[in-house]
């Protein structure tokens, strides 16, 4: 599969995108500083083994398991083991070491980031990186987080649960993450309690000692960017190379549930409206929702306007059903971070628009979807760890408005999705999460990338990052998407094989163009 290909998947997959910026750089109130690490020292190195079916069809993949402490405060308690998965250097005679890759999420999986994409990857570091990817704890085939005892269960209780869009609909919501929680206690116990991202930045460097690298190179997206932070911080002198692409504010990350969810939506909306300027500019031989005598930004409102009213047809949707305006709002999170599917979300919210929501009925089901809402569990169980609900899900009258507020397009979605949970009583509690300073400084400098359009993790988020950082250059692609590969641009790639490789940061100030526009017959960008 290429990254072509690859994008759309990790797209899809997205339930928990954190973005926003906060400019303060001193650790939360309410956050107890890590302890001291020292880290692992150098192990006996990685196993590595076939894979199983279907990677083992690719001579270049190698898999293996590495058991890392439950709790690293005591490291010789209980033990779990981390899924990871090698794509060999295609140029091993000129090999620098591993390249440590993660997808973000939380909780998307790195294994099959490089099964996937673990050619596209070996290209950016000029072939000459062995690419590694991990499940991190609690995710995945890393001793994943439960929270039902059977598929069943699991299907039972998120039969027919879409985003609520009434007073009732969102008291039943949280009495249901009340629930949930409740649940996820009972079947995944201790384990909830050592699945933060301090605890997977200390993996991570376990990883890096035990494949023998004395210093680590790493690619972090999306929140891939928020373990990239967190391992500088906690490890400066052990980086070599780390490139983000797709940042993630960690000050307000970190500072609460509230709070990270206004800032994973602060960025939305604004992109929202830049996809409508640019499909009125395509005009209706590029862009569906252009056709008519009304304006796209009039043809969208009426849209919504109907679906607050009452359910849209989807007559062929997968299954056939209705549109309800909680599916309207998910029916947006693949589109909007994939710039080359702009045209066919054009075309199909001109189709609800005329009457037919098949096709956003089909896309929101994905996420609704019992797999879909173990995603979002997932990610509630490393972000509720990192950042606690300040609020108790019972003030979800007044918490979900200020998060809506932020983003009226995704406000409610990310806060039910990853809020709730948090603010339910969640079982897990860390006492050594990681909440600043991220200040350190690195020898060699950190490499920050971000499209200007991003509608996850908006470009300010990057600028207070390489403002914060010791040692950071910041390279911004006017481009759209989320990361920047969703709008691949030459520019981006050669920037990104020559840091990577030769730890040459592009000047102060570099801005890249993408490859081309997102709609036909656009040219300014």
Same mark, same amino acid.
Request: net charge negative; glycine share 10%.
């Given at each position: 599969?290429?990254?072509?290909?690859?994008?759309?998947?990790?797209?899809?997959?997205?339930?928990?995108?954190?973005?926003?910026?906060?400019?303060?750089?001193?650790?939360?109130?309410?956050?107890?500083?890590? *302890?001291?690490?020292?880290?692992?020292?150098?192990?006996?190195?990685?196993?590595?083994? $076939?894979?199983?079916?279907?990677?083992?069809?690719?001579?270049?993949?190698?898999?293996?398991?590495?058991?890392?402490?439950?709790?690293?405060?005591?490291?010789?308690?209980?033990?779990? /083991?981390?899924?990871?998965?090698?794509?060999?250097?295609?140029?091993?005679? /000129?090999?620098?070491?591993?390249?440590?890759?993660?997808?973000?999420?939380?909780?998307?999986?790195?294994?099959?980031?490089?099964?996937?994409?673990?050619?596209?990857?070996?290209?950016?570091?000029?072939?000459?990186?062995?690419?590694?990817?991990?499940?991190?704890?609690?995710?995945?085939?890393?001793?994943?987080? /439960?929270?039902?005892?059977?598929? /069943?269960?699991?299907?039972?209780?998120?039969?027919?649960?879409?985003?609520?869009?009434?007073?009732?609909?969102?008291?039943?919501?949280?009495?249901?993450?009340?629930?949930?929680?409740?649940?996820?206690?009972?079947?995944?116990?201790?384990?909830?309690?050592?699945?933060?991202?301090?605890?997977?930045a200390r993996d991570l460097d376990a990883l890096r000692a035990a494949v023998g690298d004395p210093q680590i190179t790493y690619v972090g997206l999306s929140y891939?960017?928020?373990?990239?932070?967190?391992?500088?911080?906690?490890?400066?002198?052990?980086?070599?190379?780390?490139?983000?692409?797709?940042?993630?504010?960690?000050?307000?990350?970190?500072? *609460?549930?509230?709070?990270?969810?206004?800032?994973?939506?602060?960025?939305?909306?604004?992109?929202?409206?830049?996809?409508?300027?640019?499909?009125?500019?395509?005009?209706?031989?590029?862009?569906?929702?252009?056709?008519?005598?009304?304006?796209?930004?009039?043809?969208?409102?009426?849209?919504?306007?109907?679906?607050?009213?009452?359910?849209? $047809?989807?007559?062929?949707?997968?299954?056939?059903?209705?549109?309800?305006?909680?599916?309207?709002?998910?029916?947006?999170?693949?589109?909007?971070?994939?710039?080359?599917?702009?045209?066919?979300?054009?075309?199909?919210?001109?189709?609800?628009?005329?009457?037919?929501?098949?096709?956003?009925?089909?896309?929101?089901?994905?996420?609704?979807?019992?797999?879909?809402?173990?995603?979002?569990?997932? *990610?509630?169980?490393?972000?509720?760890?990192?950042?606690?609900?300040?609020?108790?899900?019972?003030?979800?009258?007044?918490?979900?408005?200020?998060?809506?507020?932020?983003?009226?397009?995704?406000?409610?979605?990310?806060?039910?999705?990853?809020?709730?949970?948090?603010?339910?009583?969640?079982?897990?509690?860390?006492?050594?999460?990681?909440?600043?300073?991220?200040?350190?400084?690195?020898?060699?400098?950190?490499?920050?990338?971000?499209?200007?359009?991003?509608?996850a993790t908006g470009i300010r988020n990057a600028e207070a990052t390489q403002q914060r950082l010791g040692n950071a250059v910041l390279l911004v692609q006017d481009?759209?998407?989320?990361?920047?590969?969703?709008?691949?641009?030459?520019?981006?790639?050669?920037?990104?094989?020559?840091?990577?490789?030769?730890?040459?940061?592009?000047?102060?100030?570099?801005?890249?163009?993408?490859?081309?526009?997102?709609?036909?017959?656009?040219?300014?960008?």
């Amino acid at each position: 599969m290429t990254l072509g290909v690859f994008r759309a998947v990790i797209a899809a997959l997205c339930c928990a995108l954190m973005a926003a910026a906060c400019s303060s750089a001193t650790q939360q109130a309410g956050a107890a500083p890590a *302890s001291p690490v020292t880290g692992p020292a150098p192990g006996p190195g990685i196993a590595w083994g $076939p894979c199983a079916p279907p990677a083992d069809q690719d001579p270049a993949l190698q898999c293996a398991r590495l058991p890392v402490p439950l709790d690293w405060n005591a490291p010789q308690g209980r033990q779990i /083991e981390l899924a990871v998965m090698r794509r060999q250097a295609s140029k091993p005679a /000129e090999r620098l070491g591993s390249m440590f890759v993660n997808p973000g999420g939380p909780g998307q999986s790195g294994v099959e980031l490089v099964a996937g994409g673990g050619s596209d990857f070996d290209r950016w570091g000029g072939g000459r990186f062995d690419v590694v990817g991990w499940d991190p704890r609690g995710t995945n085939d890393s001793s994943p987080v /439960e929270c039902f005892t059977s598929p /069943e269960e699991q299907a039972r209780f998120w039969a027919g649960v879409s985003i609520p869009a009434t007073a009732a609909e969102s008291q039943a919501y949280a009495q249901r993450t009340t629930d949930l929680a409740r649940r996820c206690g009972e079947v995944s116990g201790e384990l909830l309690n050592h699945v933060s991202t301090t605890d997977t930045a200390r993996d991570l460097d376990a990883l890096r000692a035990a494949v023998g690298d004395p210093q680590i190179t790493y690619v972090g997206l999306s929140y891939g960017t928020m373990i990239g932070q967190t391992y500088v911080n906690m490890f400066p002198d052990r980086v070599r190379a780390v490139m983000l692409d797709g940042l993630i504010d960690a000050v307000e990350y970190t500072e *609460s549930a509230e709070a990270r969810t206004v800032g994973d939506v602060a960025h939305t909306d604004g992109v929202f409206a830049r996809f409508r300027q640019l499909c009125q500019q395509a005009g209706p031989t590029g862009c569906a929702l252009a056709r008519g005598p009304e304006t796209v930004d009039q043809r969208v409102a009426a849209l919504f306007d109907r679906a607050r009213l009452g359910p849209i $047809p989807a007559p062929t949707a997968t299954p056939p059903g209705e549109l309800t305006y909680g599916d309207l709002l998910v029916s947006t999170f693949t589109p909007l971070r994939v710039p080359e599917m702009w045209p066919q979300f054009a075309t199909d919210l001109d189709a609800a628009a005329n009457g037919d929501a098949s096709a956003l009925e089909t896309s929101a089901q994905q996420y609704q979807s019992p797999e879909g809402y173990q995603s979002s569990v997932t *990610s509630s169980s490393i972000s509720c760890l990192d950042g606690p609900a300040q609020q108790p899900v019972t003030a979800w009258p007044t918490v979900v408005p200020e998060f809506d507020r932020s983003s009226a397009l995704w406000g409610a979605v990310n806060g039910w999705w990853l809020w709730g949970p948090c603010a339910s009583g969640w079982p897990g509690r860390s006492d050594d999460r990681y909440a600043g300073p991220w200040t350190a400084r690195t020898q060699n400098p950190v490499l920050l990338i971000n499209n200007r359009w991003d509608p996850a993790t908006g470009i300010r988020n990057a600028e207070a990052t390489q403002q914060r950082l010791g040692n950071a250059v910041l390279l911004v692609q006017d481009g759209y998407g989320h990361p920047t590969y969703q709008d691949p641009g030459a520019c981006v790639d050669a920037a990104r094989e020559r840091y990577l490789v030769d730890l040459v940061t592009p000047p102060p100030g570099t801005v890249c163009q993408p490859d081309g526009p997102p709609f036909p017959g656009v040219t300014p960008r």
